[in-house]
Structure formats: structure tokens, C-alpha cells
């Protein structure tokens, strides 16, 4: 079975960090990209960060030099490092798979930036 569990949300202040992983299971981990996304209410889901099975990365530009995304495929989890977090970031950010069309979902973790 399939699963992807987000972690690591929750309110911060405007400035604070975060730290969100994503734990896999059920699938081969380091065969699979890994992204990445957030829905902030009333806008479409958009794509955060992404890690490539070489380590490769590509951030949105409202999040470069800030947000950094790695992952460790012996524990088989992605993480997100968020910095300088600003409330236009609150969302609930999803963790992702891709492996060709196949795609797997995370039930997502939400993240609130308010002072």
C-alpha cells in the first residue's frame, strides 16, 4: 500500500522555520521524483520545490533562496526547509511522487505564517 505522511506543519510567525518531511512506504523511494506542492484557500494548487531521483532541485522563484528541498532515500523521506516564512507561504503543502504518469499524494500538512 501506498503512503505518503506529511509532517512538520504548523503556525509559525512571520521570519520563524519550518521543517516538513514527507515519510514514504509501499513503493520504491529512490526510483521517484519528489516535489513539493501547496493550495493556499481559494487558489489553485501550485508547485513548491522539486528534487530529481540525482539530487537535482528547481524551486518556484517566490521561494528561492528561502525554502530548500532535499531527501533521503535510506529513510525514504523528502523534506522541505522553510526560512524567512511570510504569510503569503500559509497553505497546506502536499508531498508528491512522480515515476513517468504514475503519481502518488500525500494528505498534506497545513502551514500557517501569522503573527
Known amino acids: 500500500q501506498v503512503q505518503l505522511v506529511e509532517s512538520g506543519g504548523g503556525l509559525v510567525q512571520p521570519g520563524g522555520s519550518l521543517r516538513l518531511s514527507c515519510a514514504a512506504s509501499?513503493?520504491?523511494?529512490?526510483?521517484?521524483?519528489m516535489s513539493w506542492y501547496r493550495q493556499a484557500p481559494g487558489k489553485q494548487r501550485e508547485l513548491v520545490a522539486s528534487?530529481?531521483?540525482?539530487?537535482?532541485?528547481n524551486y518556484t522563484d517566490s521561494v528561492k533562496g528561502r525554502f530548500t528541498i532535499s531527501r533521503d532515500n535510506a529513510k525514504n523521506t523528502v523534506y522541505l526547509q522553510m526560512n524567512s516564512l511570510r504569510p503569503e507561504d500559509t497553505a497546506d503543502y502536499y508531498c508528491?511522487?512522480?515515476?513517468?504518469?504514475?503519481?502518488?499524494w500525500g494528505q498534506g500538512t497545513q502551514v500557517t505564517v501569522s503573527s
Open positions: 508528491n511522487a512522480q515515476l513517468y504518469i504514475i503519481r502518488y
Open positions: 509501499g513503493f520504491t523511494f529512490s526510483r521517484y521524483a
Open positions: 528534487i530529481t531521483t540525482g539530487g537535482r532541485t
